[in-house]
């Protein structure tokens, strides 16, 4: 684990999935199988329907909330949309950049500076994604997309704020496709990231930035990237809608930390 963070953090990103009754169902079950563990940060986004009703069922030593996005203007006339201000105080962590918001959305690293800064500005640690598609990997492209989606998401954030960052490595071709990268992957991208961060921010941010792999990860490859060096976490997709799964990834983190 890199040199100051000395928590694991694994996060559930259960995308649009589930209503407000079957979260709250699927919460309460989580938290009978989910230890509370000194050494591991367990964060759930659920639909931001649910975030009200399972803040109020969660115990946060257990696990934290975080929201999948959210709108970086504060309040006014933005039809549907969930602004950070909105957000203030019900979550610990906003998913932002995240490569559904990219590609699907068609967000671009403009949008994502503002949210980045908007969940600054209020107390909202933003977990900024990043990450190169088939294409851009196939042509030798990965670095420059990082570096480039890196400086993007981070151009308006100071050196006092960068300590909140967390980046999540998130291959496009890896999500939902069941074609996890390889750890070695993981451990490459963690390595230019940290190397970019200390060109920006100098290296003691670089060594106490903590960086997520996420991207198919299953109960079964998880403690792979968590054995692997530059990796402090998962960003979990498929695999936090099974209780089973997520507890064992949540399992396997805090196993990593008392080998
Ligand atoms: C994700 O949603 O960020 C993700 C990595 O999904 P999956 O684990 O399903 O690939």
């Not at 209503?19 to 938290?31: A, G, P």
């Not at 504060?74 to 995240?98: K, M």
């Amino acid at each position: 684990m890199s040199a100051t963070n000395d928590k694991k953090l694994i996060v559930g990103n259960w995308k649009m999935n589930m209503n407000v009754h079957e979260s709250s169902i699927f919460v309460h079950k989580l938290s009978k199988e989910i230890a509370v563990h000194r050494d591991v940060e367990v964060v759930v986004a659920p639909t931001f329907l649910a975030l009200q009703p399972v803040s109020l069922q969660i115990e946060r030593r257990q696990f934290k909330l975080a929201s999948q996005n959210l709108y970086w203007r504060d309040h006014g006339a933005y039809t549907g949309e969930v602004s950070a201000s909105q957000l203030r105080g019900l979550v610990d962590y906003a998913i932002i950049g995240h490569s559904e918001r990219r590609h699907v959305f068609h967000e671009h690293d403009k949008d994502i500076r503002s949210k980045v800064q908007a969940a600054i500005r209020n107390g909202i640690k933003p977990i900024l994604c990043v990450g190169e598609t088939a294409h851009q990997r196939a042509a030798g492209e990965t670095t420059d997309v990082i570096h480039d989606q890196l400086i993007g998401g981070l151009a308006n954030v100071t050196s006092e704020e960068f300590s909140h960052i967390t980046v999540a490595y998130e291959p496009v071709w890896a999500i939902g496709t069941g074609n996890n990268a390889l750890p070695d992957d993981a451990k490459k991208a963690a390595r230019s990231i940290r190397r970019q961060i200390e060109h920006l921010y100098g290296r003691k941010s670089a060594e106490s930035l903590r960086i997520l792999y996420g991207g198919s990860v299953k109960s079964d490859n998880a403690a792979s990237y968590l054995a692997t060096e530059g990796i402090d976490g998962l960003l979990v997709g498929g695999a936090s809608l099974s209780v089973h799964d997520f507890s064992v990834i949540v399992a396997a983190a805090h196993d990593m930390e008392n080998d």
